[in-house]
């Protein structure tokens, strides 16, 4: 088993930065990926980003290219994702995910365990 919780959602104004925190305790094993989803209400899971614990490789959805930073502090099994100039669309729940084969992937069906989630709010 594997546990994730996230801190760092919260209220922020339209072109202003949040970060995201996710702390994996548990049978993490020595080699996984990692990523951050959201999921707004009525619709499905979307993936953000994920990272590859060695060597750290990184891959981002297109909506998020070049505003949002993935990263990863692998002795303190700690995922990071830092969220720059905001928009109200980045508006939603976001939720952390492990997964034990250390491969990419964009589909939450890939990930084997979730946090409980954290509200992001842009306001306009």
């Known amino acids: 088993q594997v546990q994730l919780v996230e801190f760092g959602g919260g209220l922020v104004q339209a072109g202003g930065s949040l970060r995201l925190s996710c702390a994996a305790s548990g049978r993490t094993l020595w080699n996984y990926a990692m990523g951050w989803f959201r999921q707004a209400p009525g619709k499905e899971r979307e993936f953000v980003s994920s990272i590859l614990k060695f060597g750290g490789r990184t891959l981002y959805a297109d909506s998020v290219k070049g505003r949002f930073t993935i990263s990863s502090d692998n002795a303190e099994n700690t995922l990071y994702l830092q969220m720059n100039t905001l928009k109200p669309e980045d508006t939603t729940v976001y939720y952390c995910?492990?997964?034990?084969?250390?491969?990419?992937?964009?589909?939450?069906?890939?990930?084997?365990?979730w946090g409980q989630g954290t509200q992001v709010t842009v306001s306009s």
């Open positions: 995910a492990f997964r034990h084969t250390p491969i990419h992937s964009t589909s939450a069906w890939d990930y084997d365990y």
